[in-house]
């Protein structure tokens, strides 16, 4: 029983608590499994009590019975319909009921979802991202950059403008900071090692690895070395703030007034449109400070091959995998003398049969991780903003790889050669027709990666299995440990793909086999409960972006939608009921012409400011605070975090914990 | 001699001088030519010097001399040279070269473009436009809509707001204006006729027509018709002044500053984005004023049908008249009696050989017209944007119908069928192979069509037919006269895609078929000398759009280029030449790069109003003219024009004199 009793509690909170508890972008993250449940629970009955016995009394592959053999499951799907039929009619009013009944619900959620944004940031306390903008590609004059920027802005925002904080170039102070915290993660351990066994004081060999050199003794020496790069620590830190060459051309501006900042973010401030841009400053916890100071010429090469490579990655990953496949054979060509070695069964069905599912395994693993990796070489300037263009690729790839690959057999690339060597008009066809023969791979796959995955994440299998792996290997400290033990995030760059990969299912499916819609609505409800559970009780909030990732979850059901219509299109279009075609046309456009105007209407809500909103706060603020000191409160809000940390042990724990604390201040 | 005495004349006007006679657009427009010069005068010495002896020297044709027909164009093209040749590769770098040089040039001039339009914006006087910002979809609360516009002005800018401008239902007036401009013209043409003629006073039948009814003096009669008229405009006038229901859902509102305006302009108002948009205010003369108060969802929905039915045009434009042609055989199934007359060989043949291609010439005559109803049908707001859209249009229209349907023989509906049924991969070598083929068909088009039609432009044969039509039929007094003559402006409606058509072809056939180059050439020298003059002497400007349309223009010419690879690629694909694939498919990538980093260089020079520059004007202002009163200045510049008409013949004249002067004086 106790097995389950997470789950009334998981059920209890109430929205605006768990906006309290966990910020908006979890709230807005469990509206997506709600929207899935809004559609499909409707969809699923209907489709069930009107869909499947027209199908099922359809009869062509009852007549066929003794030639072709086939599923249980295919009698419940459109493939049991004679062709020519006029059952069809049937399948196509639904598809239009389906169609608008999703986008009706689209629209409500995005609706729902823009207003909960506006609320959440009217709402707010005051924080220091609404008064700051960050200018990127201050051009380089005879002055000091920090001079031009103040010139700059007190010319041309004279009313509104306050201060602003320079980006320093910290890459070596980062790297001295981390060397410190290893050395430290030494020395305690080597204590609590003292503590344990005070009988024998630990000991160490200085020279290459701790293998050569005098011994000494580890906790004096460990002592030493820290207190050596505290000194080069504050030397640099000096360095820093005073040499005006490490002031990177970026600086975050502050401004008096809400209104100011929203004024200068969405304004083009200078003739030359790629030197000072301006735009909202994230929060400082959400901002990847690497990605500050990347020149606009560079910026654009490197999101260009990165859109080159994502394409190569989607559709040519499986060449490096038929590489290890044939690795046997290309070592014995090169190294003949190992020939006995490979020749070996143990060897040979290591390196062709284990090696390539291992490095398979291994390469989606790493998928995320590497997607993340070419996000960042992007140069986009927050976490969140990162993580939503990871999920992005992610989806990429899963479409091409995971729908469409398990749809036509082959590897994604013998997929193009084939996309690029047939008729455009035969492509949703050929798709539309072997559709319904995967209904039952997919209902595998949803109980499979989706049922289990959800069940998976409830029980922490997988951060069980590093957490131990962890403290087999490195865990040496309580710090260590802690560190092991973070739960971490929701992870969107992984889950909003993984979902909107099963809205696609659902859709795809809902004409052509209803049967897979009660395996996707059970997903939603599970994964709902789930993760409100893991939301709740589990994870982290690593940043706030008060659900910026929406609109994308909003654009990729539509295209879900786009792609459920051409298959429909393509298999109908083999089953003689030509009346389809044109009738089956209006939707797609219908749908496109949807998602404009909802882009219109809803997506600036995301992106920028209302300058009326920002001029109510402002006027309450005045009149509840009329003696607020803003300059002192946004002085050092961002400042690198690493320069926020005063050297020496415990205060620098103490300023952590401040930071921290902060953090969960302001989110409430 | 006389005959090109109008040469030297149009060379010697500097740039600066066109700018200052007939405005940035003209002196932009011609820039296009000065940009086709640039690009195809090095593109045709060096194509003519190092691809010419490659091709003739290749051979494959004179070997086949017997079994082919081939002309001799087909010798100097690349179908003279042998499959798998080696000389391949020179075409490979001469393609590079010539893309690198296209960019380099259109990088040149699109920057150089910008800073004449930034410069120009900089340099002027004092115009109301640039203290004006237009906000449409004001919502409707319970008080005026005025009161509201005031309200939300004053609370959200508080420091810069100045006042606004209602816009008024002038529809009815409007029509009373025509109405009496009709009588009034009558009126003059029957005192003409009595002046000649004092003997006997015309007189007129008031009844249907004028066949039946009491006949009076015809001068009386029209006297006081118009004096009823006069009479219904005032009252009309007052009342749409005075009657809160007039006012329509937009207002010009102004500001006191640049900067003011600059920012209101580019940011969002309000929390809903479909209220308060705001966006610069056109200049007075260039606005289009019955598109001012199109609801959003109904603009929505006309764009969305406006692209859909531009659809249909460009592809289904032939049905209509393929109807006309099938029109014979029509008419005696529907009226068998009267399949005497029809069989008659007169009948027959007109019915059959000339109707079809009347109709043919009267589509292809009414186009740009019908085009531009479609653009105003979306709901733009200025002239310069109407003409923009329409040439857009224009040039779909003719890259499918003109190039394509050239190339690919058939109807553009047959070749939608043909594209839709062929592997996507095959389509550019089936284009690609019979592109040499119809270099001789292009050569004469350019001639035909190019050469002709500048020509015709020069001696102005369109606009002397239409004026001697008019003169024979409509033309009655000193007024109709005046309004026959009127040379219009340049057109760029029509002129943009025909010229951008020039540059696809020339980009397309500068490897495949050098020769079709010196035929570019001499039509950019010819149109440029050619429009200089027409745009010194003759064309009247009608608005003053400071070269907004040269993103356009830079963006056609991007899309030849990647066109002009495509189809190479196809073309060498069948010629054997592996080794070019991978080396061709680099340069589209790198071409679409080119162009994203010139959109985001350049592009916000034509959209936005960077607040630097707001701000030095402002200040240089403010010190030159102190006590400047910008509310006067600005009171009535964006009244509805018929409304600044005053009742009263001899004023109302007066009035449009001085509106063209201040026009005038403005663009100095």
Redesign the interface.
């Known amino acids: 029983m106790s097995f389950l009793s997470w789950m009334p509690q998981a059920l209890k909170m109430s929205q605006a608590e768990i906006i309290q508890h966990a910020g908006l972008d979890s709230a807005v993250y469990l509206r997506i499994y709600i929207l899935g449940l809004k559609i499909f629970l409707p969809l699923t009955i209907t489709a069930l009590l009107v869909i499947i016995p027209v199908n099922v009394s359809g009869g062509t592959l009852l007549d066929l019975k003794k030639e072709i053999v086939f599923s249980n499951i295919d009698k419940l799907s459109i493939s049991n319909v004679r062709p020519g039929s006029e059952r069809f009619w049937v399948h196509l009013f639904m598809t239009y009921l389906f169609t608008i009944w999703t986008c009706f619900m689209l629209y409500r959620e995005y609706d729902n979802v823009a207003f909960m944004r506006?609320h959440f940031l009217a709402s707010q306390h005051r924080r220091v991202e609404q008064f700051t903008v960050v200018v990127r590609n201050v051009p380089r004059s005879g002055n000091s950059i920090s001079e031009t920027v103040d010139h700059?802005f007190q010319?041309?925002?004279p009313?509104h403008y306050l201060g602003h904080q320079a980006v320093y170039n910290a890459n070596k102070f980062a790297k001295l900071v981390k060397k410190k915290e290893r050395l430290q993660n030494w020395l305690d351990y080597n204590q609590l090692k003292f503590e344990r066994n005070p009988e024998k004081r630990p000991t160490k060999k200085v020279g290459f690895l701790g293998l050569c050199g005098e011994r000494l003794d580890s906790i004096g020496y460990y002592k030493q070395r820290i207190s050596e790069v505290e000194k080069r620590m504050e030397c640099e830190r000096q360095r820093i703030l005073r040499d005006s060459k490490a002031v990177l051309p970026v600086a975050f501006v502050t401004f008096d007034s809400r209104?100011g900042a929203?004024?200068c973010a969405?304004?083009?401030?200078?003739?030359n449109?790629?030197h000072?841009l301006t735009d909202w400053a994230p929060e400082p916890r959400d901002i990847y400070w690497k990605n500050l100071a990347i020149p606009?010429?560079s910026l654009?090469?490197r999101r260009?091959l990165m859109s080159?490579s994502l394409f190569a990655l989607v559709f040519f990953y499986m060449i490096p995998i038929t590489f290890v496949q044939s690795l046997a054979n290309c070592l014995e060509k090169v190294a003949p003398f190992l020939t006995p070695v490979i020749e070996l069964k143990l060897t040979k069905s290591f390196l062709q049969g284990f090696l390539p599912g291992l490095a398979l395994k291994i390469f989606l693993y790493i998928l995320p991780t590497f997607l993340m990796l070419m996000s960042k070489v992007e140069g986009y300037l927050s976490l969140s903003a990162l993580e939503r263009r990871a999920a992005a690729k992610y989806y990429y790839f899963m479409l091409v790889n995971v729908f469409l690959g398990s749809i036509v057999a082959g590897t994604a690339f013998e997929q193009l050669y084939y996309?690029?060597?047939?008729?455009?008009?035969?492509i949703p066809r050929t798709i539309g027709v072997s559709i319904p023969m995967k209904a039952t791979f997919f209902m595998t796959y949803i109980m499979v990666d989706g049922w289990a995955g959800v069940a998976a994440d409830i029980l922490r299998l997988k951060p069980l299995v590093i957490y131990h792996l962890k403290s087999m290997f490195i865990v040496k400290t309580d710090r260590d440990r802690q560190k092991a033990m973070d739960p971490g995030s929701i992870g969107l760059a992984k889950n909003l793909p993984t979902m909107q990969l099963y809205f696609l299912l659902g859709l795809t499916y809902a004409v052509v086999t209803p049967i897979l819609l009660p395996f996707v609505l059970i997903f939603f409800i599970f994964a709902f409960l789930v993760y409100r559970h893991q939301i709740i009780n589990v994870y982290n909030q690593d940043y706030e972006s008060a659900g910026a990732f929406w609109p994308h979850v909003h654009s990729r059901i539509i295209a879900s939608l786009l792609i459920s219509h051409l298959l429909l299109l393509g298999l109908l279009s083999t089953k003689k009921a030509a009346y389809s075609t044109p009738l089956l046309l209006v939707l797609p456009?219908f749908t496109?012409?949807f998602h404009?105007?909802c882009k219109?209407?809803?997506?600036?809500?995301f992106q920028?400011?209302?300058?009326?909103?920002a001029?109510e706060k402002d006027a309450m603020e005045k009149a509840s605070e009329p003696d607020l000191n803003l300059k002192a409160y946004l002085a050092d809000a961002y400042l690198h975090p690493i320069l926020q940390i005063t050297v020496g042990d415990g205060e620098m724990e103490e300023v952590r914990v401040d930071k921290n604390r902060t953090g969960v201040c302001s989110q409430q």
């Open positions: 506006l700059f010319k041309n925002h009313d209104w929203a004024v969405q304004t083009q401030q200078s003739r449109p790629t000072w606009f010429v654009s090469i260009f080159i996309f690029l060597h047939q008729p455009p008009a035969r456009l496109l012409w404009k105007y219109s209407r809803f997506e600036s809500a920028k400011y209302p300058l009326e909103e001029m």
